[in-house]
Nanobody, 122 residues
């Protein structure tokens, strides 16, 4: 069983910063892509940033230059450093990971975290 647990959300003023963390635990052989998504009330869930196991990153246009995704493979953890936050960044942020749980099989599974709320408001 694999679990993703996010942390680091909260209330911050416009222009402020937050750092989200997502730790994967359980039976894990290898983690491939890790990503952050967000969903605001009444809107669809959208990709914020993705990082592959080799370190290649992708960002949504709305956050490029303000957010930085990184990962610590030894800790099975992905981070999202969010700077210059805007009210429109307010959303529930979800972690997603593509994981191979056993060395004996090449099957990869997709897992989601439970989400952490980020609110940007004065």
């Amino acid at each position: 069983q694999v679990q993703l647990v996010e942390s680091g959300g909260g209330l911050v003023q416009p222009g402020g910063s937050l750092r989200l963390s997502c730790a994967a635990s359980g039976t894990i052989f290898r983690i491939y892509a890790m990503a952050w998504y967000r969903q605001a009330p009444g809107k669809q869930r959208e990709l914020v940033a993705r990082i592959l196991d080799g370190g290649t990153t992708t960002y949504a246009d709305s956050v490029r230059g303000r957010f930085t995704i990184s990962r610590d493979n030894a800790k099975n953890t992905v981070y999202l450093q969010m700077n210059s936050l805007k009210p429109e960044d307010t959303a529930a942020y979800y972690c997603k990971a593509v994981i191979q749980v056993e060395a004996s099989t090449r099957s990869r599974y997709l897992y989601w975290g439970q989400g952490t709320q980020v609110t940007v408001s004065s």
